[in-house]
């Protein structure tokens, strides 16, 4: 509801003019003067912040306290937000709208005004808080631009009873690491690239004296790529500052190591750690390398050429042995064991790698870290939860060509999305139609026909698609009427034969993380999954496809000239003529599907590009818009005889565990 300022009334959100006393409910967007309604946070027009959401983290003090205020500062420009604190029970954060983005921020006027160049003045903790800037601010943005994995600082001021920090909250909702794992069993390769990651941050959180921000379970959360992310920097305990050794011990309780065979090289890695055989931070990173993927040149993300060249799959490393071999280490590198046989540790590293600070007791109480434990009788790979949708994203596009004089293709997508909040964090339930007509006939019959396939197959569903995802029997029913639509035209205007106007019809439903697929003719869907997998969920109504089902070799079923004929289409045949292929996907794991005409599909242009053009779009962080645009440009530089169409459509999933934002 939206209150109105003139008679404080409460009001529909859609109102743009108070129903009681017919005040106005929009104001001008300051950056571009559209008119905005008053609770929207971000113009239409222009993409301006008019109240941008802020997450506040509030240290020496109460957060619970703070939410009886109207607003976090004292010139009433951070109002707290309508959620709930989040996790207030372990976290003080509090959501908070800034009601003047425009307006420069305390922290950066200060940073604005800061003219003092020399590195120890400003690291000098006294400088900062005598501006009323938390001493701790100067460590987030530090680090913040380097490493995704530190929350983005956006303000920080010091009240008397308490300081306050302001994040850029994430798109997306955080799932806690700890549950992601106790839910179910992270791949081999996700393992080593958290570990990975905290090796990297643990280098720059040692000059912050902030490692314990690596160490505390609870502090450690995966963001909508499952990359590991802070919920915040932690300081540690200068008279007892923690050893490196401590983050390989961490790995070994926290993931439950012994649990799966196949991580043998890593948990025994992480117990050669323990003892001080890794005790620097680019020996620890040289042996994680030697545990990835052979075929992943970048698979810890560094930067080009800073790493060399993986050698090793992680099925060749079983033993300790190999495991240092692989990372160039010998029995020299080993400090003195328990029983003594080892040499002490090489002492040629360089000093930035060195290990800066010494452990206080020597490695982590039994009672520090839980175990991760999973159910009795049931391997922990097998354990499934439901999911829930995260996200749901698409784009399209067709084009001519670079043959054709006119288009004959045509798509249609409708995607409907609505979040929910509560304590256990943002829901989101999806709705989405997709299709993709590749028309045919000649004289514009083609676009004629692949036009009113969509638009005939589109109403269908917004009358028939009620609260679930329709089933075979509508599908099939919906198909019928489309080719109906475009038979009976045919019909009409008497038209026989090869003169009768078609089209092929790909079609695509999604409700959460359910999906429904369909096809008539020779348009294809393609599915990529994080697993670095391709599927090619249709098979094409053709001659030669035909005669692969009757048992016929590939060399004799696409030797006819006939092969590529369809043997299915929309319109040219009555009902019974027309038999499409339904299926139903339970998405269980992040997913980025492709709809397209065979303009796109032909000569394997798919199966041979897939990996470069498709794979990295499943991160939430790509844009699908210029995805579609460079696949349409690749296929006019590799194909253009046809007209091109392309759909692409994300859905990413999260096990429905609870999670919570920054």
Not at 93 to 114: G, K, M, N, S, Y
Request: aromatic share 6%.
């Amino acid at each position: 509801m939206v209150v109105c300022p003139q008679c404080t009334q409460e009001n529909p959100p859609e109102n743009r003019f108070c129903q009681y006393c017919g005040n106005s409910l929009t104001r001008p967007c300051p950056h571009c003067e559209t008119p905005v309604r008053l609770q929207q946070e971000q113009c239409e027009s222009c993409q301006g912040w008019l109240n941008r959401p802020l997450t506040a983290l509030i240290l020496d003090g109460e957060a619970e306290a703070c939410q009886t205020r109207e607003t976090l500062d004292e010139a009433g420009r951070y109002r707290l937000g309508d959620r709930p604190t989040v996790r207030a029970e372990t976290f003080p954060w509090l959501a908070v709208i800034d009601t003047a983005p425009e307006t420069p921020t305390i922290l950066e006027t200060f940073l604005q005004e800061l003219e003092i160049t020399d590195p120890e003045k400003l690291a000098d903790p006294n400088l900062w808080q005598d501006k009323g800037i938390p001493a701790i601010a100067r460590h987030y943005l530090s680090l913040q631009d380097s490493f995704a994995a530190v929350p983005t600082l956006q303000e920080a001021w010091i009240q008397p009873d308490y300081q306050v920090l302001l994040f850029v909250p994430k798109q997306q909702p955080l799932i806690s690491l700890e549950n992601y794992c106790q839910a179910q069993t992270p791949r081999y390769e996700q393992l080593l690239q958290w570990c990975f990651q905290m090796v990297q941050l643990w280098r720059e959180l040692v000059p912050l004296q902030c490692c314990q921000t690596l160490l505390e379970p609870t502090n450690l959360y995966l963001d909508e790529d499952q990359h590991l992310v802070v919920r915040q920097l932690l300081k540690d305990d200068p008279e007892h500052p923690p050893a490196l050794q401590l983050l390989p011990q961490l790995w070994q309780d926290f993931f439950h190591l012994s649990a799966q065979p196949e991580w043998q090289p890593l948990s025994e890695l992480t117990e050669t750690a323990q003892i001080g055989g890794l005790d620097t931070v680019s020996r620890l990173k040289k042996a994680l390398r030697a545990l990835a993927p052979e075929d992943t040149d970048d698979f810890y993300g560094e930067a080009e050429g800073e790493l060399e060249a993986i050698e090793l799959q992680p099925e060749d490393l079983t033993t300790l042995d190999d495991v240092l071999s692989s990372a160039d280490l010998g029995p020299e590198d080993l400090p003195e064991t328990l029983d003594g046989e080892a040499a002490t540790a090489n002492s040629g590293a360089a000093a930035e790698d060195s290990l800066q600070v010494e452990s206080s007791g020597g490695s982590i109480a039994s009672g520090d870290f839980e175990p991760l434990d999973f159910p009795e009788e049931e391997d922990a790979s097998t354990v499934v939860l439901p999911m829930n949708l995260v996200s749901l994203e698409d784009a399209g596009c067709t084009d001519i060509g670079q043959e054709r004089d006119h288009n004959e293709d045509y798509f249609g997508l409708r995607t409907r999305i609505e979040k929910q909040e509560n304590l256990l964090g943002r829901q989101i339930q999806g709705r989405g139609f997709y299709v993709v007509c590749d028309g045919m006939g000649g004289h514009a019959a083609g676009e004629v026909a692949s036009a009113l396939s969509v638009e005939t197959i589109q109403a269908f569903f917004q009358e028939h698609w009620q609260d679930t995802l329709p089933d075979e029997a509508m599908i099939r029913q919906a198909i019928w009427d489309t080719n109906e639509a475009v038979y009976n035209i045919n019909l009409k205007n008497a038209r026989s034969g090869s003169g009768r106007m078609g089209t092929t019809l790909v079609l695509m439903l999604v409700q959460d993380n359910q999906v429904a697929i369909a096809h008539v003719g020779d348009s294809r869907i393609y599915r990529v999954s994080p697993k670095g997998n391709l599927e090619q969920l249709t098979v094409d109504h053709e001659v030669g496809q035909r005669e692969l089902h009757r048992g016929v070799t590939p060399e004799i079923a696409y030797g006819r000239p006939d092969a590529y004929q369809l043997t299915q289409a929309i319109g040219p045949r009555e009902n019974s003529f027309v038999e499409p292929d339904i299926n139903f996907l339970h998405i269980n794991e992040d997913s980025l599907f492709l709809l397209c005409s065979d303009g796109l599909s032909d000569n394997d242009l798919i199966e041979a590009t897939w990996e470069e053009m498709l794979l990295p779009l499943l991160s939430a962080r790509a844009n699908l818009d210029e995805g579609v645009h460079r696949l349409i440009a690749l296929a006019n530089e590799r194909n253009g005889h046809d007209n091109i169409t392309a759909v692409l459509v994300r859905l990413r999933v999260r096990p429905n565990i609870g999670a919570a934002d920054f």
